[in-house]
């Protein structure tokens, strides 16, 4: 095969940033994907429906406008979320969504949320509403392993919302471990996941290869190849419940190669190009358009999106850096050659 088309996919987990950064990046998403759900880890974080609404139009602002690209917004929520404003955010259009990140869990959610059970009054409303939970999963324990921190949370946080509130509809987050998998496939179909490029290409053997490695640095952290080798079976498996969400995450050379490195890949350039490498390797390149294009329309309950891409089988060499006005970033793939090449909107 020399030529793959599929439907426009979207991104439903993606870090676009603020003020220069955004700028810097936000093209690299916009090429590839028709819509993205945007995270709301900001400094401040948008924890409001006037703070969303600002933030979109600043993406707005700084896209190509001819790449044709829609943000989708999501709340960050914290202890002291408000019923009343998600609410009026989800009726409104704002919200798509809204973010749970467990208080230090990962870059800024300093703001993030202390217990679940804060939020019981939220998580009724988001259930009678409809309004997805997007789940950053993993505990803040410090006596828990960090590499276990994802499973931890299935079983003291996850599991018993979920029994608590049976008709919230949750996108587990960046999955990265077989627990999560089985989790999510034996889930009630109002339980989705979003599987990253980088957790499908690297276990976490790729951090310590040689020395350290702080660009295969991410949250949650990469687990053994048991459980890459699971998820690359969950997405390619055609499994609605699992979808497309890169968590791109860009962070400049300089704040990831420190004493105290930032965790995030940035992987939007090369994203469709990643995806395909690991469809083509399981020989499962017929699912690539339901994984990128369908399963996370149909369970945002959102239109397919009306045009098609293209990706060429041609061989492309990744960027060692990316110069850009903030600082150089690095990006996902770096100085590779990888076989497929993102040819754009089909005309
Ligand atoms: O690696 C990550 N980077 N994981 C997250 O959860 C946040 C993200 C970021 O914002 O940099
Ligand atoms: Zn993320």
């Given at each position: 095969?020399?030529?793959?088309?599929?439907?426009?996919?979207?991104?439903?987990?993606?870090?676009?940033?603020?003020?220069?950064?955004?700028?810097?990046?936000?093209?690299?998403?916009?090429?590839?994907?028709?819509?993205?759900?945007?995270?709301?880890?900001?400094?401040?974080?948008?924890?409001?429906?006037?703070?969303?609404?600002?933030?979109?139009?600043?993406?707005?602002?700084?896209?190509d406008p001819a790449l044709g690209f829609t943000p989708l917004m999501t709340a960050y929520l914290t202890d002291d979320s408000d019923a009343d404003e998600l609410e009026r955010g989800f009726r409104d259009g704002v919200f798509t969504a809204a973010k749970l990140y467990p208080a230090h869990a990962t870059t800024n959610s300093a703001a993030g949320v202390t217990d679940i059970r804060r939020l019981d009054r939220v998580l009724d409303r988001m259930q009678s509403l409809g309004m997805p939970l997007l789940v950053h999963g993993e505990v803040v324990d410090h006596s828990v392993d960090v590499f276990d921190r994802e499973a931890t949370f299935i079983d003291r946080v996850l599991a018993p919302t979920l029994?608590?509130?049976?008709?919230?509809?949750?996108?587990?987050?960046?999955?990265?471990?077989?627990?999560?998998?089985?989790?999510?496939?034996?889930?009630?179909?109002?339980?989705?996941?979003?599987?990253?490029?980088?957790?499908?290409?690297?276990?976490?053997?790729?951090?310590?290869?040689?020395?350290?490695?702080?660009?295969?640095?991410?949250?949650?952290?990469?687990?053994?190849?048991?459980?890459?080798?699971?998820?690359?079976?969950?997405?390619?498996?055609?499994?609605?419940?699992?979808?497309?969400?890169?968590?791109?995450?860009?962070?400049?050379?300089?704040?990831?190669?420190?004493?105290?490195?930032?965790?995030?890949?940035?992987?939007?350039?090369?994203?469709?190009?990643?995806?395909?490498?690991?469809?083509?390797?399981?020989?499962?390149?017929?699912?690539?358009?339901?994984?990128?294009?369908?399963?996370?329309?149909?369970?945002?309950?959102?239109?397919?999106?009306?045009?098609?891409?293209?990706?060429?089988?041609?061989?492309?060499?990744?960027?060692?850096?990316?110069?850009?006005?903030?600082?150089?970033?690095?990006?996902?793939?770096?100085?590779?050659?990888?076989?497929?090449?993102?040819?754009?909107?089909?005309?």
């Amino acid at each position: 095969m020399t030529e793959l088309e599929l439907i426009r996919p979207d991104d439903w987990h993606v870090h676009l940033r603020d003020g220069e950064l955004l700028k810097a990046v936000v093209d690299h998403t916009a090429r590839q994907f028709a819509r993205a759900i945007v995270m709301p880890n900001l400094k401040p974080p948008v924890t409001t429906v006037a703070a969303a609404r600002a933030y979109r139009e600043r993406i707005l602002a700084a896209v190509d406008p001819a790449l044709g690209f829609t943000p989708l917004m999501t709340a960050y929520l914290t202890d002291d979320s408000d019923a009343d404003e998600l609410e009026r955010g989800f009726r409104d259009g704002v919200f798509t969504a809204a973010k749970l990140y467990p208080a230090h869990a990962t870059t800024n959610s300093a703001a993030g949320v202390t217990d679940i059970r804060r939020l019981d009054r939220v998580l009724d409303r988001m259930q009678s509403l409809g309004m997805p939970l997007l789940v950053h999963g993993e505990v803040v324990d410090h006596s828990v392993d960090v590499f276990d921190r994802e499973a931890t949370f299935i079983d003291r946080v996850l599991a018993p919302t979920l029994e608590r509130f049976p008709g919230l509809r949750v996108v587990f987050e960046h999955i990265t471990t077989r627990q999560a998998v089985d989790f999510v496939t034996n889930a009630r179909e109002t339980v989705g996941a979003t599987i990253t490029p980088h957790h499908l290409e690297f276990n976490r053997n790729a951090m310590f290869e040689g020395g350290i490695r702080p660009h295969f640095y991410c949250l949650p952290v990469a687990k053994r190849e048991v459980h890459r080798l699971a998820l690359r079976k969950a997405a390619t498996s055609g499994n609605p419940k699992f979808f497309l969400g890169t968590d791109s995450a860009p962070h400049r050379v300089v704040d990831k190669e420190a004493a105290c490195g930032c965790a995030g890949i940035w992987n939007a350039p090369v994203a469709l190009e990643s995806y395909a490498k690991t469809f083509e390797e399981e020989g499962a390149l017929d699912k690539l358009e339901a994984f990128a294009s369908l399963h996370g329309p149909r369970f945002y309950r959102l239109p397919v999106n009306g045009t098609r891409v293209r990706l060429s089988r041609t061989s492309t060499h990744v960027p060692e850096r990316y110069t850009l006005a903030p600082g150089d970033i690095v990006p996902f793939h770096a100085g590779k050659q990888l076989a497929w090449r993102y040819a754009g909107v089909v005309r």
